[in-house]
């Protein structure tokens, strides 16, 4: 028997040294596969991609813009053009940004990065051919306006090519290089500056249109899709007039929000104006001339744990062109894409406002927040909002805390907008591995928190525990997924997420639920009440996340 059992172990290691040996070949292996057919010829010029082992054809690193550099630095991004063959086999670098450190959840490994980044990534079916009209997925990454890359693997699009969508992803300038606004700029550019970051999605998104036939999508069967600040930018394309046309149906995931007001042209301008301060410079061509690095470190930031005190650049503005009007009066006069949308957001999404709520352990720790927050009104408040003990602190105050924000949020872009609005709350927790640690999240009590639902969406979960194992996946887990998957591919099919896998019927007046998508898929209705009276009575202090606060990516 010891001997039956050190064969075992042995055998055992050797399959542990095997897999480990196979995937560091694998890994190692960064090699071009052809692809048979290529090279594919589109508006830019020949392109050839590289078949993975799934037998997905996946086109990396694709340029849709020349490099935003020199005097393209600050300026509307040109299409790219070239004569020969682009070899497609690996993905471009993120736009400059802070790196991630390692010990965070949304650590996939290192990125090159740079100012040449305006890139995109498709994958595609392995029997797919032009023509085939497939639908068509775009995703935008978040990040605050200020990190994020199409890059990282959560975002990856192999699993969805294999549900059989054509996916497309790409890099869009983040921080200063794509939100700068400055007098000299507008003065450049005819009356507007800044918004460089949304130029960038709206071209990537017209590469689309114009070539995603030739890898066997439908140009007419295109949804773009975001979460954070990617949804923020879903919501200005769908505001801007410069992408109208270019999809028939978006998904804002955490969240949608239509309604809230952006910083205008001059008050960007007063910051393009302390940034050319804050760097020494005399003029906008002495700024062209500095590094990015330098740039960079002049920049606030406050994600990836980091407190770096700076000018802080607000990302989308009301520059009377990209986006001629405030939301409010856009929607108000009709003056938006209308299309079919999903609404989106997470049990336990971003609460600004709310973290004495939702930090809140016993119900002494409540009360005295919603005092806090709401002065006399506390008692009104709790009525709505009860928690008689310590065990129903944590899930009432997150429930207050999105119906005073992304709950609410979702529900009013379905009021405010014409075409249908499907709407979800994501509620699984991810099966993470006992005493799994990581530098941004309790994993004991973080639950469905900002992003939990992408890996669902985009069928990205094993990227999770590509360089570290920290989840244990059910079988439950990748049914939701592709239960999602579905949703996405039916809505670019026919404009409705609705399957028979996962019913789903629009928001109306008489249908005032949000689809619930946890340990069980099943429609919830709204709290009116609760969300009327937290929409009249804004929390009195309203603390901004912490430096050490989750990134919004």
């Known amino acids: 028997m010891p001997r039956f059992k050190s064969m075992l172990a042995a055998t055992a290691a050797l399959a542990v040294t095997s897999t480990c040996l196979a995937g560091a070949l694998q890994a190692a292996d960064r090699s071009m596969q052809p692809i048979a057919g290529d090279p594919v010829q589109t508006e830019s010029g020949r392109i050839a991609g590289t078949q993975l082992p799934s037998g997905v054809k996946a086109y990396l ?13 600050w300026a509307p991004p040109r299409p790219a053009h070239w004569s020969g063959i682009f070899n497609a086999d690996r993905k471009g670098a993120e736009c400059i940004q802070v790196l991630r450190p390692h010990n965070i959840n949304h650590y996939f490994g290192e990125e090159a990065s740079g100012e040449d980044c305006l890139s995109l990534n498709l994958w595609t079916p392995a029997t797919a051919r032009a023509g085939d009209k497939r639908p068509v997925i775009v995703f935008i990454y978040g990040g605050g306006y200020t990190i994020g890359s199409s890059g990282m693997a959560n975002y990856d699009g192999e699993a969805m090519a294999k549900a059989g969508a054509v996916f497309v992803n790409f890099n869009y300038r983040v921080g200063a290089m794509g939100f700068l606004a400055h007098p000299e700029l507008t003065r450049e550019q005819g009356g507007a500056s800044g918004n460089y970051g949304l130029m960038d999605q709206t071209l990537a998104l017209q590469w689309v249109r114009a070539n995603i036939a030739r890898f066997g999508g ?96 607000n ?53 005295a927040a919603a005092a806090k927050l709401f002065g006399a009104d506390a008692p009104a408040f709790l009525k709505l909002y009860p928690a008689k003990t310590d065990a129903e602190v944590r899930v009432t105050a997150r429930i207050a805390a999105q119906d005073g924000g992304m709950a609410a949020n979702a529900r009013a872009c379905a009021m405010d907008t014409q075409g249908p609005v499907f709407i979800d709350k994501f509620t699984r927790h991810h099966p993470y591995i006992p005493g799994v640690k990581l530098a941004d999240q309790d994993t004991a009590t973080v639950g469905a928190y900002h992003t939990a639902d992408i890996p669902y969406w985009l069928g990205t979960q094993d990227a999770y525990n590509a360089l570290r194992p920290t989840r244990q996946w059910t079988p439950w887990d990748r ?70 606060a989750r990134p919004r990516d």
């Open 315 to 367: 990302g989308p503005i009301v520059d009377g062109r990209v986006l001629p009007e405030q939301a409010a009066a856009a929607i108000a006069s009709g003056h938006y894409t209308k299309v079919p949308m999903i609404a989106s957001f997470n049990e336990d999404d971003l609460n600004f406002g709310y973290g004495p709520l939702v930090s809140a352990a016993t119900v002494a720790q409540y009360e």
């Open 479 to 548: 049914t939701l997924a592709q239960r999602m998957i579905g949703a996405l591919l039916a809505l670019a099919e026919t404009g409705s997420p609705d399957t028979p896998a996962m019913p789903w019927k629009a928001w109306s007046m008489t249908n005032d639920t949000a689809l619930w998508l946890g340990d069980t898929v099943e429609p919830h209705r709204f709290d009116i009440a609760g969300q009327a009276w937290l929409a009249a009575h804004r929390p009195v202090a309203a603390p901004m996340p912490s430096a050490a």
């Open 218 to 313: 439908a140009p007419d069967k295109v949804v773009i899709m975001g979460q954070s600040a990617g949804a923020g930018s879903v919501a200005a394309q769908i505001l801007s007039p410069g992408a109208r046309g270019l999809f028939r149906a978006a998904v804002m995931s955490s969240g949608c929000n239509l309604r809230a007001p952006k910083p205008t042209l001059a008050e960007a301008e007063k910051i393009g104006l302390a940034m050319q301060e804050k760097l020494g410079a005399h003029s906008l061509a002495e700024m062209r001339d500095i590094p990015a690095d330098r740039i960079l470190a002049a920049q606030a930031e406050s994600q990836l744990g980091l407190a770096v005190s700076g000018v802080h650049i």
């Open 61 to 73: 690193g694709i340029p849709f813009a020349q490099p935003p550099v020199g005097d393209l630095r």
